[in-house]
């Protein structure tokens, strides 16, 4: 019934990719660069702004791309017309996943605060520029270099965190590929999000909305881990059941900056600092929370000292008996976009194969590229599993299951794994031993550094 | 690493594009990455255990350098011929990146019959960048003392952590 329900494609969804790929084509290119066809496929997406209050800016930014003449305000209305084409999509997609599932939401309703000033330096802003100008296809090492050093003076900035965090892993990305082959495939997609959004972040475009504090039990569902050289996220989401207002769908969230040789499953030892949350998912126990506050979009803030080990809840059992009944929340208007989308879902039944889940007739990708090296959740273990707690994504023009807990009848007893199984270090004594080597890799740093600074 | 199999790669948002690397041995060679158009990175002395190279290799021209925390010229790089510095460098970098892409970066033409990337080098020497490299190491590790946060950071569904290769 799922899969079959998410065959449908969102009316209009087509185009407004299309009016999408002309603009991230143009940029893998370089609107600096820009011949007649490739200037004529911006067209759809000034059509597709017409009758909106963006109208005039981006029919005026797309002409000054085309006479040569490309302002910041110019970048800024197209990377706006991106961002409200995809957020559309997003919410012609998240409705679809909602009737599949049968997921109830809360319509956004919160005031929005004002957006605070950007953080980006004039540096930051005109490096953007230049890459845009540019394009991925034309920037040498010296241009992606430059990024680097933009970011550096943000990262010891707590204010401008968030797009300092965005920023390294897209520089990170673009030294990676330089210098870009003229045959290679680049990811246009991903790097023209990425430069979008840390364009309208660096412009103080996202505004934030405000808290209330949240009182209840947080029962955890799964773990979804994010990294890049220099960052770890663990994005826990759960099921808070508060007295008078039911259950609803909420996440919450730890990171920590990291070095790029620190990965696999020591990256945990990076998020020391949370305990509760770290004993939670490793030994599957609820969370007993006061006042931790709450997001319009079902963020909680996560504050170890509001939050409290509570019993033991297995995540399998919480999807199975409450996530049915579970409200979610609405995103945030200005974070909506596809790859946002990310659905808790307990699959059971079906017939796994390689990298599809048979649901009866229809199949669902299974996305293998989201098992973390930090838990124990493999491919293996997928292929063998019987059920699935995960998260329903899109990409691509795909639906997929991205698989946060499985149980599996691998050999003869049945294995359960889950993403965070590991938050306390390792289970198993082979991998235990390799994360306790692993493990001392910023001893090893530090005290290399420290040879240095003793000069 | 970088990858490109798949379908639809230029329209995924969440494709991989940086493949997070085995953990390697740090010791000998703490510090290393590709940047600004070289190779570069620290080395260990063998011999003291207090000094430190900094060690580069340029694109294209194949210049090297190697000098030591005391900003002193490495004695074995003479004549062009690679120090052991700047072979633990290449291992290294080959270790972290994969050899394809620091020959790619290093516009290195790989020798076809299996030899390692030095022998395909054609050095000479270049101006010293000790002191970058030195900075750019302790830039790197300043992220070690930023304390952690725990505001919604939206922009991270864009980087899903990856499978290692297992």
Redesign the interface.
Known sequence: MLAAALGARPAGLGEA?AAV?GL?DALGHGLAHLDQARAARLEPLAAACAGSPLAGRVADAVAGIVAGTVTDDHLTALAGARSALLGAAHDALLAEADAALGRAREPWSAATVPARPGHLPAAGRSWLRELALTGWRRA???LV?SG?RTV?AL??E?AA??LA??LE?FA??L?????V?PA???????WA??WA?ALL?GRGGLATAGTVDADGRLLLLGA??????????A?VHGLLESPGRGVRLV???????????V??P??WR??A??PVLRAALARHRAIEVSGLPL?P?G?L???ESRAALGGPADPFVTARVRLAAAVAAAPPPL?R????I?EPVLLEGYAAGQSTFDLGGAEIAVD???????GPL??ALVAASTSCLGLL?W???CWAV?PLAVRAAAGRRPVTAHTGDWALGPTGARAAG?EA??GT??D???E??G????? | MVTEDGVAYERRSAVPVIIPVRPRKLAEVPFVELAEGRLQGVVSSRSDPRRLYASSITARRHGLSCHTNNNRPCGSLGGGQPCKHIGALIDAAVARYGLARVAHHLEADLPEDGADLGSGLRPGTAPDRAAEVFSSFLRHLAHLDLPPSTEPLPELQWFPAAAAVR
Request: no cysteine; proline share 7%; aromatic share 2%.
């Open positions: 990719l790929d991230d040498g090492a010296e270099g680097g550096q990262i010891a707590p965190r968030r965090v965005l892993g990170a990305e030294r990676a590929a330089a210098p082959a290679a495939r680049i990811p246009a997609r991903r999000d990425l959004r972040l979804d881990l994010h990294e890049h050289p220099t960052v770890v996220h994005q996440r919450t969230a730890v990171a920590a900056a990291k070095v790029d040789a990965s696999g020591s990256v990076r998020l600092a949370f997001t979009g963020d803030i996560w504050q974070d976009h596809p790859v946002a990310a293998l590229d989201r098992l973390p090296a930090a493999t491919p994504r990409d691509a023009g991205q390799a080597a692993a890799v910023v090893v740093l530090r290399r550094a040879r240095l600074l003793r000069q």
